[in-house]
């Protein structure tokens, strides 16, 4: 009797063979004998017929199991992988078909350029027909080779999750694919554990935690799947860490979730030489420039989250609050994206009290706002007077630097530089706002002094006179004067509110809307 033997039927005669004791002892070379040739000498030294003997040994556990077929396959898959691509004469992956435009291109190429164009991922596809638990053996033989790259496992680990978990949500927690979905997501994480996840983009890992929560994973695999994001946290974007909110929550995202993250990204980052770095400033600026690039890109991350999740009117203060101080201040050099995201909070939470808009907006360092973003906050009618009167303080300080100073280029004062390259920076401009703060102090009272002396503090009869009495730029003082004609009306619970403030650089009573230059002169001036 004749048997031609194959990829598809080898397991199932070896098996059978295995059954009637088909062995050397009845009769030499009997049919176990030849079949373990055939699967020595051929199979096993294929990589397409290895996969199809894995696939097909599933449906003839346990013998397959028991004969150490499944094994050897496994074993043979996992070496192939790591066989260098210049020996691999591959064009195209097993379960890829040819398009003609394809077969064309295959057609002109030479040899040697099929062998170049070999990618070092050329197998991920291929073995995302095996079923989860055989995968899970194979990728876990991948990794114990220790000859892969991290990035090419990465790879595969997406790639099987892009084959199997369903885009649609609606099909994705239905009856039928729930169970199958959440064992795939809970091998990948286990897969992940390995290597914390390194290889994987974090926008890949953030959107496996969201069906991860939308099937309903255990508390562990959660658990390490926010460990593994945490790492790569500064890779994310703000679209990623939209992760919707449970059904028990009434926000509309999950910001406990995300400050989980955040908080676990802070406390890596402070056990890490890099934020030795951060706060000692060793191995000297090209070294701290580097450690500092991941909490500058974290802090971008947070104040864009924060901007979204303003949006939201149900989200509490306090949330916010504790959301923007998880990082540090010098992971923030610019205000701008805090700014934003704060008026949006003022604008869709307009009943909060008096003392709540003065917490929320002590968030917010005045002094590291853009000129643009002093500009529109100047005018900003939802922001507390005293944090306008800020602003158009400290903007009336920049021009003065930048008026004093023939050469300097706005753009090079630390006071409005869109970005401060160091934690030294925040000083620098603190010490430059007090020296100014003393020399316009001082010009005020010089100004002060002579305008009395002469009698001439009313009078414009000069060009010369004009210039030296006015103490705003002119887009700051038309700024003052809209401020001022809007507010007038309550003039007096307002300034009120902003005498016993020590930020403040003046306080406005009642009765200087007329001469609220005269009054700056007379009034001492601080900083906090």
Same mark, same amino acid.
């Given at each position: 009797m004749t048997v031609t033997l194959n990829a598809y039927n080898v397991v199932a005669a070896r098996c059978a063979a295995e059954y009637l004791e088909m062995t050397e002892d009845v009769d030499r070379g009997n049919?176990? *004998?030849?079949?373990?040739?055939?699967?020595?000498?051929?199979?096993?030294? !294929?990589?397409?017929?290895?996969?199809?003997?894995?696939?097909?040994?599933?449906? *003839?556990?346990?013998?397959?199991?028991?004969?150490?077929?499944?094994?050897?396959?496994?074993?043979?898959?996992?070496?192939?992988?790591s066989v260098d691509p210049a020996y691999i004469t591959w064009s195209y992956t097993y379960n890829r078909k040819l398009t003609e435009p394809d077969k064309i291109v295959e057609d002109k190429m030479t040899f040697l350029e099929k062998i170049e164009s070999v990618p070092e991922d050329w197998w991920v596809e291929d073995i995302c027909e095996l079923d989860i638990d055989l995968y899970k053996?194979?990728? /876990?033989?991948?990794?114990?080779?220790?000859?892969?790259?991290?990035?090419?496992?990465?790879?595969?680990?997406?790639?099987?999750?892009?084959?199997?978990?369903?885009?649609?949500?609606?099909?994705?927690?239905? &009856?039928?694919?729930?169970? !199958?979905?959440?064992?795939?997501?809970?091998?990948?994480?286990?897969?992940?554990?390995?290597?914390?996840?390194?290889?994987?983009?974090?926008? @890949?890992?953030?959107?496996?935690? $969201?069906?991860?929560?939308?099937?309903?994973?255990?508390? =562990?695999? $959660?658990?390490?799947?926010?460990?593994?994001? =945490? #790492?790569? #946290? %500064?890779?994310?974007?703000?679209? %990623?860490? *939209?992760?919707?909110? $449970?059904?028990?929550?009434?926000?509309?995202?999950?910001?406990? #979730?995300?400050?989980?993250?955040?908080?676990?990204?802070?406390?890596?980052?402070?056990?890490?030489?890099?934020?030795?770095? /951060?706060?000692?400033?060793?191995?000297?600026?090209?070294?701290?420039?580097?450690? !500092?690039?991941?909490?500058?890109?974290?802090?971008?991350?947070? &104040?864009?989250? *924060?901007?979204?999740?303003?949006?939201?009117?149900n989200l509490g203060l306090s949330s916010f609050v504790d959301l923007s101080q998880s990082i540090p201040d010098f992971a923030r050099p610019n205000h701008d994206g805090l700014y934003r995201a704060i008026d949006i909070y003022l604008k869709e939470h307009p009943n909060l009290t008096k003392a709540e808009r003065k917490k929320l907006c002590g968030l917010m360092d005045v002094r590291k706002l853009?000129?643009?973003?002093?500009?529109?906050?100047?005018?900003?009618?939802?922001?507390?007077?005293?944090?306008?009167?800020?602003?158009? @303080? @400290?903007?009336?300080?920049?021009?003065?630097?930048?008026?004093?100073?023939?050469?300097?280029?706005?753009? !090079? %004062?630390?006071?409005?530089?869109?970005?401060?390259?160091?934690?030294?920076?925040?000083?620098?401009?603190?010490?430059?706002?007090?020296?100014?703060?003393?020399?316009?102090?001082?010009?005020?009272?010089?100004?002060?002094?002579?305008?009395?002396?002469?009698g001439k503090l009313g009078k414009k009869n000069s060009k010369n006179n004009k210039s030296d009495i006015q103490l705003l730029p002119s887009r700051s003082r038309r700024i003052f004067d809209k401020l001022w004609s809007v507010r007038k009306g309550h003039g007096e619970n307002r300034s009120s509110e902003t005498s016993g403030s020590s930020s403040s650089p003046t306080s406005l009573g009642q009765g200087d809307t007329k001469s609220y230059g005269l009054s700056l002169r007379h009034k001492r001036h601080s900083i906090s």
């Open positions: 049919l176990i *004998l030849k079949i373990e040739v055939f699967l020595n000498s051929s199979i096993f030294c !294929r990589w397409k017929d290895s996969i199809i003997v894995l696939q097909t040994s599933k449906s *003839l556990l346990p013998w397959s199991e028991d004969l150490k077929i499944v094994g050897r396959c496994i074993d043979s898959i996992a070496s192939k992988t053996r194979v990728m /876990v033989a991948v990794k114990s080779k220790g000859r892969m790259d991290g990035v090419v496992i990465g790879e595969a680990l997406k790639t099987y999750a892009l084959r199997w978990i369903p885009d649609s949500v609606d099909t994705l927690v239905s &009856d039928a694919n729930t169970s !199958r979905t959440k064992a795939v997501v809970q091998t990948i994480v286990c897969l992940l554990s390995y290597d914390n996840g390194i290889g994987c983009p974090c926008s @890949f890992l953030l959107k496996l935690l $969201r069906v991860a929560i939308l099937v309903g994973v255990n508390e =562990s695999s $959660r658990e390490e799947l926010m460990k593994s994001i =945490s #790492l790569k #946290l %500064d890779e994310a974007c703000v679209k %990623d860490l *939209l992760i919707p909110a $449970r059904s028990l929550q009434i926000t509309t995202y999950d910001v406990h #979730l995300v400050q989980g993250i955040l908080n676990q990204y802070m406390n890596h980052e402070k056990g890490s030489c890099g934020m030795e770095v /951060v706060e000692e400033k060793h191995g000297g600026e090209d070294k701290y420039i580097l450690a !500092r690039r991941s909490l500058l890109n974290v802090g971008k991350l947070v &104040d864009g989250y *924060l901007g979204e999740i303003a949006h939201d009117p853009t000129a643009g973003a002093s500009v529109h906050a100047a005018q900003n009618e939802r922001l507390p007077l005293r944090v306008i009167v800020q602003v158009l @303080f @400290f903007d009336q300080v920049r021009s003065s630097i930048s008026f004093r100073t023939p050469g300097n280029n706005s753009a !090079r %004062d630390p006071l409005c530089s869109p970005m401060n390259r160091d934690e030294g920076c925040e000083t620098t401009a603190g010490d430059s706002c007090q020296a100014a703060l003393k020399n316009q102090m001082s010009h005020w009272r010089i100004k002060d002094g002579e305008l009395h002396k002469n």
